[in-house]
C-alpha cells in the first residue's frame, strides 16, 4: 500500500498529483507548437546536401511526402490512444493498460531515453550554432571526444541553455507555453519567407536533373526509398504532445486535440518538401551537395549575400530553442509519470505546490541533459540513430496496443476514432515495424562488423534500467487499482475505465 510520506508527496490516488496537481494551462495552439516544433529543428541545414545527392530534389519531395503519410496514419493511432486513455506518460499508459506493469516499465524507460538523449542533442547543437552565427563564441578547445573538439564557448551555451529550460519549465507550463508559441511561430514566418525568396528569386533550371543520374539505370525509386527510411526521424517527436495531455485546458476538446496533431505532421512534411525545393532552385542543386552547409549557401548565392545566410542559420537557432524547450516538457513528464506510478522511487513523482510541475523529474533531466553534453558533437549521430531506432518502437507498441484493444474491448469509450479504424492502425504498425528493424540494422551496416555506439547506449540503459526497478522493488507495493490511478489520474478514471478487465497484474 502506500506510505504516508508518499501521500504527502502527492502520489496517492485522489492526491492533487494523481488528479489536480498538473495545472491545466495547455490549449490546441500549444498542442499544435509543442508537436511542431518536437520535428523541425536543425537538422535540415548540414543534411540537405545528403537528401538531395540520395534522391534529387524530386526523389527527396517525394520521399519526405510519403514519410509524412505513414507517419499520419501512426498520428491517427496516437490521437485515438491519447484521447482514449489521456494520461501523462502516453505510451507507459497505453502499454500498462494493454501488457501489463513489467512492458510499461520497459516503455516508458527507453521513452526517457529518447527524450533525454534528445535534450542533450538539441543543447550541443545550440552551441553548436551560435559558433555558425558568431565564430568568437566557439572559444578555445578544452577537450576532444572521439576526434570532435568540444569549445570552451560551445560548452557554456549548451549547459547555459539547459539551465535555462530547466528553470523555465520548473516555474511552471504557462511561461514554456508562452515561451513555444512565440518561437515556433517566429521560426515558422521565418521559414516561409525564406522559402518564398527562394522560389521566386530562385530558377527551375536548377531542379535539372530531377533525380540523381547515378540513378540512372536502377530507376528514380531506388533514390527515393534512399532518403525515405531516413525521412521518418525528422518527422518524429509528434508524440511529446501525450506527456501533457492532463494539462490540457477544460475547454479545449479532444477532437481539437487530434487535429492539431495530424495538422502538425502534415505542416511539418510539406515543411520540408518546400524547403528541399526551395534550397534546389536557388542554386544548381548537384552544386548544393558539395557544401559544408548546404542550405547556407545555396540562399547566399541565389540572394548574393551573406546576411540572409546569417538569417538562416538564425531560423534554425530560433527553431531549436523551441524544439528543446518542447523535448525538455516531454523528458520530465516522462520521468514523472514512472516515479508517480511507483516504477521507479516515487519522489520523482513530486509535483511543486506552487506551480503545478514535477519539479524533481524537471531537475534530473536537467541533470543528465547536462552531463550528455559533455561527450560533445561526437554523440550527435549516435544519438540521432539510437532515437530513431527508440521512436519507431514507440510507434509499433502503441499501433499494436490500439489493435489490441479495438478487439478485446470494442464497447470502450473512444472520444476520437481513427478513420480505417483496424485497417489503418495494422498499416500504421507494419510501416513502423520495417522502419524499425531498418534503424537497427543500417548502424551496424555502417560499423564494419564492430558492436555499434548506438547498440553500447541502448545497452548501458538497459542496465541503468535494471538497477532502478530493483532499488524501487520495496516501493511498487501497491494494488492494480491504486497504479491504475496514479498512471491514467483519478480525473480519468470513471470515464474512461475499460468494459473488459484490465491486463495490468505485475506478474504479466
Not at 27 to 51: C, D, K, P, R, Y
Not at 260 to 288: D, G, H, K, N
Not at 366 to 390: E, F, W
Request: charged content about 15%; aromatic content about 12%; glycine content about 10%.
Amino acid at each position: 500500500m502506500l506510505s504516508d510520506a508518499d501521500r504527502r508527496h502527492g502520489s496517492a490516488p485522489g492526491s492533487p498529483a494523481a488528479s489536480g496537481g498538473l495545472k491545466k494551462e495547455i490549449g490546441a495552439g500549444e498542442f499544435f507548437t509543442l508537436s511542431f516544433a518536437a520535428m523541425v529543428g536543425i537538422g535540415w541545414i548540414v543534411v540537405l546536401g545528403e537528401w538531395l545527392r540520395d534522391g534529387g530534389p524530386l526523389g527527396a519531395i517525394i520521399a519526405f511526402l510519403l514519410a509524412g503519410g505513414v507517419m499520419m496514419l501512426v498520428g491517427l493511432c496516437y490521437a485515438e490512444m491519447t484521447t482514449m486513455i489521456p494520461a501523462s506518460g502516453g505510451e507507459i499508459a497505453y502499454a500498462y493498460e494493454v501488457f501489463g506493469l513489467r512492458s510499461s516499465f520497459v516503455t516508458g524507460w527507453f521513452l526517457a531515453l529518447v527524450y533525454i538523449s534528445a535534450t542533450a542533442f538539441e543543447a550541443i547543437s545550440a552551441g553548436w550554432i551560435a559558433g555558425v552565427l558568431f565564430p568568437p563564441l566557439r572559444g578555445t578547445v578544452l577537450y576532444t571526444v572521439r576526434g570532435a573538439p568540444v569549445t570552451s564557448g560551445g560548452l557554456a551555451i549548451s549547459l547555459g541553455g539547459t539551465l535555462f529550460f530547466t528553470v523555465l519549465n520548473y516555474r511552471g507550463m504557462k511561461g514554456s507555453g508562452r515561451f513555444q508559441d512565440i518561437f515556433t511561430w517566429t521560426k515558422i514566418s521565418i521559414s516561409v519567407l525564406l522559402a518564398s525568396a527562394g522560389i521566386l528569386w530562385g530558377s527551375t533550371q536548377n531542379l535539372k536533373p530531377l533525380f540523381p543520374e547515378s540513378n540512372a539505370h536502377t530507376g528514380s525509386w531506388t533514390g527515393i526509398l534512399s532518403v525515405l527510411v531516413t525521412a521518418p526521424f525528422w518527422l518524429a517527436g509528434f508524440n511529446t504532445v501525450i506527456q501533457v495531455m492532463p494539462e490540457k485546458k477544460e475547454q479545449t476538446s479532444y477532437r481539437r486535440v487530434a487535429f492539431a496533431l495530424i495538422s502538425s505532421i502534415a505542416l511539418a512534411a510539406v515543411f520540408y518538401a518546400l524547403l528541399i525545393l526551395s534550397c534546389s532552385m536557388a542554386m544548381p542543386w548537384v552544386q548544393i551537395t558539395k557544401l559544408e552547409f548546404p542550405a547556407i549557401g545555396a540562399f547566399e548565392a541565389a540572394l548574393q549575400s551573406t546576411f540572409w545566410a546569417k538569417i538562416v542559420v538564425l531560423s534554425a537557432l530560433l527553431g531549436l530553442l523551441a524544439t528543446w524547450n518542447s523535448i525538455f516538457v516531454a523528458a520530465s513528464r516522462v520521468v514523472y509519470t514512472l516515479g508517480r506510478a511507483h516504477m521507479i522511487h516515487p519522489f520523482f513523482g513530486k509535483v511543486h505546490p506552487k506551480f503545478g510541475v514535477p519539479t524533481v523529474s524537471t531537475l534530473f533531466v536537467g541533470a543528465l541533459t547536462a552531463g550528455g553534453i559533455l561527450l560533445g558533437r561526437s554523440s550527435l549521430v549516435p544519438i540521432v540513430n539510437m532515437d530513431s531506432s527508440c521512436f519507431m518502437l514507440m510507434y509499433v507498441i502503441v499501433c499494436v496496443a490500439l489493435i489490441k484493444l479495438r478487439w478485446t474491448d470494442p464497447d470502450r469509450l473512444r472520444p476520437y476514432s481513427v478513420p480505417g479504424g483496424t485497417v489503418t492502425a495494422l498499416i500504421a504498425a507494419l510501416a513502423s515495424t520495417f522502419m524499425l528493424l531498418d534503424s537497427f540494422y543500417l548502424p551496424y551496416a555502417a560499423s564494419k562488423d564492430r558492436i555499434p555506439l548506438e547498440w553500447m547506449f541502448f545497452i548501458g540503459w538497459a542496465v541503468l534500467g535494471v538497477l532502478f526497478w530493483a532499488v524501487s522493488r520495496g516501493r511498487r507495493d501497491v494494488s492494480d487499482a491504486e497504479r491504475r490511478l496514479l498512471i491514467m489520474g483519478e480525473e480519468f478514471t470513471p470515464r474512461f475505465l475499460p468494459t473488459t478487465s484490465s491486463v495490468t497484474a505485475e506478474s504479466r
